[in-house]
Structures are given as C-alpha cells and as structure tokens.
C-alpha cells in the first residue's frame, strides 16, 4: 500500500494501484510510475526521499475509476496514514486524491496551481498540500507536463525554504 520512506517529510498520494501495482505490491511502479520517478528526479527527490500511497490501496475491477462508496470506504484509512507520517508537503496526484483529500467537488483544473491546507482531527497543524496532474494523465496529455512542470518547481521551493528555517 506504500513505497519509499515513511520517515520523509513529503508525502504522495495517487487514486489507487493499477495492474503493474497490484502485481509488485507497490504503487507508483509501472509507465505513470517510471514519469513520476523523473518527475521527483527533476526536483532533486527520489522514492528514498519521499513517502508514497494512494487513496485505494486496492485495484478497482477492470482498473475503472473508484466509486465514491470506496472512496469513502478508505477516507479514513488514508486519513490516518497521513496523521502516522505527518509530513510537510503533501502531494496529491490526479483528481480523484485532490477532490477526496481536499474535500471538494472542484476538478483538478482548478485546485492545481497553488498550494492548499490539508487538515484533520489528529493533525496538530495543517499540512501545505499541492494538487498535481496524475501522471498517468500526463501520459495521454503530455501539453499539460508545462503546467506540472510549474508545479513542481514550487514544491521545490517550498523544500527549499523549510530546509533553511
């Protein structure tokens, strides 16, 4: 249900395993695995460096989208993980993390872009939360990575500055 490190201050939640996932027990392993492996590269992360889960830590029938009952199903289980790893950063990738986690019917086109509070009963502060296109997505829509691109580059801003406080 996660890879990478459970101490890091960065954490990373997509929609849910598809098959290459569900068949190595990671998320994040397959082609939208291998891009986001140098999406972190590009911003000087790698899975050493982060923490990675998704909001479903199972394969949907047929790799279809969750249901809004699963989803619900796992909100506390998610919920929880992010409590447990408390980081500085969290990153949602693709809408169906954002909308959930950031509790909102608006689509990933309006919440990437700028920088968000996630927040919950068992977190002592918010955590600065970034909606990011899924990289799966980025596959079928590469004009989008230039926004991504800029997403990214704020994250890395962010890294930077809480490193020098």
């Known amino acids: 249900f996660s890879d990478g490190n459970s101490s890091s201050k960065i954490m990373l939640i997509g929609e ?88 909102t019917n608006q689509g990933i086109m309006k ?7 996630y927040n919950s009963i068992g977190l002592s502060n918010p955590i600065s939360t970034r909606a990011i296109f899924h990289p799966a997505f980025l596959l079928r829509s590469p004009d989008y990575k230039k926004q991504t691109w800029a997403d990214l580059l704020e994250i890395e801003k962010k890294i930077k500055s809480n490193e020098n406080n």
Not at 27 to 53: C, E
Not at 72 to 101: D, M, R, S, Y
Not at 111 to 117: E, F, V
């Open 111 to 117: 919440l990437r872009g700028k920088w968000h509070q």
């Open 16 to 103: 849910a395993p598809g098959a290459d996932e569900d068949k190595y027990g990671k998320p994040f392993v397959g082609r939208a695995g291998q891009l986001l492996d140098k999406m972190l590269a590009a911003i000087k992360l790698n899975r050493d460096k982060v923490y990675i889960s998704n909001v479903i830590p199972w394969r949907p029938p047929d790799n279809r989208q969750p249901t809004t009952e699963e989803i619900l199903q796992c909100l506390p289980l998610i919920q929880k993980h992010i409590e447990i790893v408390n980081p500085f950063i969290l990153i949602l990738l693709g809408n169906t993390a954002a909308k959930a986690l950031l509790i």
